[in-house]
């Protein structure tokens, strides 16, 4: 016969914080700590086309923190200003190498032994306003798609109509798949 599970208990009135700890725990997924590696694909591509186009030396600016273990702004605010003029910069890839900027950030200061900076990178001025251009103007450009439904209904053509011109639409898109399927 398959052993089954023990019943749970449930709690007396007077249970005390001691009986609750010493009761076993729900295990969790562990959580993957952010680090540079993790954005190794973007970073890869990206920090050595900017070094380049800089006409920088990768070793002397990949410190990003100076003497005295304060980041070195003007590299980060020169690395995202380029990025943003990118053609085809995205969110996501405009995202990724905040985080991989942050976290390397994040690991020079560890290895001097000193306190992490969350969210600086993103903070900072040029690279925040940048920051919210890039993912205002993506809110924007998916929105744009939205906005022929939104007229439709705004035109209150009311329900029966909308159903129309969807049924419409559906049979002339079968029907040009069924016409293109007949000429092959």
């Keep these: 016969m398959a052993e089954t599970s023990p019943v749970a208990q449930p709690f007396a009135d007077d249970v005390t914080v001691e009986e609750l700890a010493a009761r076993p725990k729900q295990p969790r997924a562990p959580r993957k700590e952010s680090s540079e590696d993790a954005y190794a694909t973007s970073a890869n591509k990206w920090w050595p086309k900017f070094l380049k186009a800089a006409g920088w030396d ?7 923190i100076d003497a005295a273990g304060d980041p070195i702004d003007g590299t ?5 200003i380029w990025l ?3 053609d085809g910069m995205t969110k996501s890839i405009y995202k990724t190498m905040l985080a991989w900027a942050q976290a390397r950030l994040n690991k020079q200061r ?3 032994l000193l306190a992490p900076m969350p969210e600086y990178v993103c903070n900072l001025p040029g690279v925040k306003e ?15 798609h939205m906005t022929d439904l939104q007229a439709a209904i705004e035109a209150d053509i009311g329900f029966d109509l909308m159903i129309e011109m969807v049924e419409l639409c559906l049979n002339c898109a079968v029907r040009a798949c069924q016409i293109a399927s007949d000429d092959l």
């Excluded at 990768?58 to 990003?64: A, C, I």
């Excluded at 940048?130 to 744009?144: F, N, P, V």
């Design 58 to 64: 990768g070793t002397e600016k990949g410190v990003f």
């Design 76 to 80: 980060f605010r020169q690395l995202f």
């Design 110 to 112: 560890a290895d001097r």
């Design 84 to 86: 943003y003029e990118q």
């Design 130 to 144: 940048r920051k919210q251009e890039l993912y205002t103007g993506a809110r924007e450009s998916h929105m744009e």
